[in-house]
Every structure is written in structure tokens, then in C-alpha cells.
């Protein structure tokens, strides 16, 4: 089991706003980080930190963090941002060790 | 161009060995962090394990710990994970990635992934 937790699939329509959540008691520590995958591909990091943009993502992916919660949100989603979308952040028992929440399906319709 | 070009996978029986490999282009390998992460198929994403850019601190999740060995030859550019006494719950894609260094995780660069399974 993963110590964060996100839903499973979430839909959003086209151009609309969706928010994407990970709850743990981990995030109240350390800032979550947020990767996309499409099918038989690598993980892309989006977001990371506070909320921070790799160069080269679209200004529309956001993050934000409150408590035990971090989200990304995605302001007019254009159907190639369907995809698997995982958050990260190290685990809670302060050993540095990594851990994966067990991802979202975001369908874009 | 920063690229992670991941190699060695293959077909292993249950409790046998592997070792994968990594070869990092594009940026200076010494001074970054560096990690497995792996995914079963249809299934998400796990991390496997941690090193640091001198190799001095490395972390392994307790699913792994105990089996696998984390290494890095900063001569050569290269990341390794040897793998004994494998099961077949460790058949998955391993993904070498590149890690900002920061307290928390923050992986900007990730490899294609090699194919490890294990069956007999």
C-alpha cells in the first residue's frame, strides 16, 4: 500500500480546470512533486516543490500544497494532457526513503 | 541533451541475478543524485532506491532491501542495481532517474526503462 493517496481516475472536459489530489501525512513534511506518463512511456516531471515548472511544461499545469494535501491543477485541459499523472514525495518515517502515490487516470473529454 | 539510456534487462528465473545499468550523458553525473524507480506492468510507479552523487549515502525501499545493491561509477558516467534473489513480484520496467537533490524528491530526468522479468 502507498502511504499517499490519490483517486483513481478522474475526467475533466475539454478546456476545463481539473484539480488532481495526493493526501499524506508525509506532505506535511516535504513538498510533493508530480509526473505525467502516457502509455509506453517515461514519467515527465510538471511539477516539483512549491510550485515550480520544468522548462518546457505548459504554464497551464499548477501546483499548490495545504496540510496534508498536495494538488496539481490543470487550467483548460487540451486532450494531450490525458494521462497518468503520479505525485512523490519522501515517506514518513523522516529515512529519506522515497514513495509514490498510486496515480490518477486523468481522461479529457 | 541530458540522456539516461538504461541497459541489461532480460529474462531471470526466481532467485536468480541481474544487474542493470544506466549510462548518464549530457551533464555532469558527479554532482547529481541519483534513482531507481520501477514499474510492474499495468501497475504504478515504485521507488526502489536512492544514491548520492558521491555514492557515500544510499537507501533502499523495504521491498528490495537486503537483495539489491545501488552503485555508481562516476569515472564512467554510469548508475548500476544489481538484483539477487529475484521474485517474480519484481518483474517491472526499471527507470533510472535524475534526482534535484533537495529534501524532498524531484526527479527531472528519466531513462526509456529496461524490461527485467523473472519467471521460470
Redesign the interface.
Known sequence: SSELTQDPAVSVALGQTVRITCQGESLRSYYASWYQQKPGQAPILVIYGKNNRPSGIPDRFSGSSSGNTASLTITGAQAEDEADYYCNSRDSSGNHLGVFGGGTKLTVL | EVQLVESGGGLVQPGGSLRVSCAASGFTFSSYEM?W?RQAPGK????VS?ISSSGSTI???DSVKGRFTISRDNAKNSLYLQMNSLRAEDTAVY?CARD?G????????????TLVTVSS
Do not use: I, K, P
Request: aromatic share 38%.
Open positions: 534513482n524507480v504504478g510507479l515504485e521507488w536512492y537507501y533502499y525501499a527507470y534535484l533537495s529534501t524532498s524528491c524531484y526527479f527531472d530526468y528519466w531513462g526509456q526503462g
